[in-house]
């Protein structure tokens, strides 16, 4: 058992590193679909992702989520929410990379943790430890010091923290799994989405049929780049803990940060450097806290008191390693 049970983290591990390597590596990707626009990209990305996803339902036959949504308004709604989230954030990430913003982009991905906490505690009215509120001061005084650096807020990193931080907080409410999650998102995106294209397509402005085959299958492949690493993430969930996968996470912005640096060559005055420095010394109190948490209720999960069955609340940094 313990043999298998090592296997088991050893795939989740493999997992977790191919998703938020991916996701790491994507910059690599879009520059690949020009002379395409950001929206039109969005609209092939919002259309073929569907495409795909059915397809992996269709393998692994999942589909009684399907008639239990589809019977609670609510959560359509949310849903919707999530759809129209989630768009933002795919639109201002193409645009973005493809604009020579790599680096503000990764800065996004840095602090997304922090607005989630913000987040929790605006919204949900959590409470925060000192450490906690150690590390969010600090990265809104980097904020303060990479606006000045930019001449300007870092809006494209806001807009993607902002984003993707309100997204995890909707899929919360869902409480659908990725695959199923995407899927109906998707579906809702696909007539929009489909509306645009053929618009564009009437117009004569679409690249889809007037860029040659590989410019049309590049376009096509948004929906695997778009899937692929979210089966990989949710084939990691199961098999290694929490505070693994908020450790994996980093891995994200880190390659991204990286690419822009050394491949997109992006500038990085002195004022930036000194305010991702403080955006990491931020992340650097956020995961010890929560290494440190975690740690403590494994300690008492294996004491008498694990005995009884108690429901406890989640941390504010937990809420974040889940978004």
């Known amino acids: 058992m313990a043999g298998a049970s090592k296997g088991e983290h050893r795939i989740g591990l493999l997992n977790g590193f191919a998703a938020y390597g991916a996701w790491g590596l994507v910059p690599l990707y879009w520059p690949l679909l020009k002379p395409a626009g950001a929206v ?7 259309a073929w992702s569907l495409l795909f996803v059915v397809a992996a339902l269709l393998f692994v036959r999942r589909w009684a989520w399907v008639g239990e949504l589809l019977r609670q308004p609510k959560r359509l709604a949310l849903i919707a929410v999530a759809a129209a989230v989630i768009t933002v954030n795919w639109g201002v990430y193409i645009w973005a990379v493809n604009s020579g913003h790599v680096v503000e982009a990764s800065l996004g991905y840095f602090i997304n943790p922090l ?8 919204l949900l009215k959590e409470r925060l430890r000192p450490v906690q509120w150690a590390a969010v001061a600090t990265g809104f005084a980097a904020v303060v010091i ?15 923290a902002f984003s993707f931080a309100t997204y995890g907080l909707v899929k919360k409410k869902v409480a659908l799994g990725g695959i199923e999650s995407l899927a109906a998102e998707t579906a809702i995106l696909f007539l929009p989405a489909l509306g ?5 397509t009437a117009q004569g402005r679409s690249t889809f049929t007037t860029e040659g085959a ?3 299958a590049l376009l096509a492949s948004t929906g695997i780049v778009t899937a692929l690493p979210l089966v990989c993430f949710g084939a990691a969930a199961i098999r290694v803990p929490l505070s693994t996968l908020g450790l994996l996470q980093y891995l994200t912005p880190v390659f991204q940060f990286l690419l822009g640096i050394l491949y997109f060559h992006e500038a990085m005055p002195p004022e930036r450097w000194a305010g991702f420095a403080l955006v990491w010394v931020a992340l650097l109190l956020l995961t010890g806290n929560a290494l440190h948490a975690a740690r403590g209720q494994r300690k008492a999960a294996a004491g008498p008191a ?11 940094d937990q809420a974040s390693l889940e978004a």
């Not at 607005?115 to 605006?122: E, K």
């Not at 645009?196 to 564009?200: G, N, Q």
């Open 146 to 160: 990479l606006t000045i650096g930019y001449g300007r807020p870092p809006w494209i990193s806001l807009c993607l």
């Open 306 to 316: 694990a005995a009884v069955d108690t429901p406890r609340a989640k941390t504010p």
């Open 40 to 46: 039109e990209v969005l609209a092939h990305r919002m």
């Open 115 to 122: 607005v989630t906490i913000a987040m929790g505690v605006l």
């Open 214 to 216: 590989g410019h049309g």
């Open 196 to 200: 645009y294209l053929l618009w564009l």
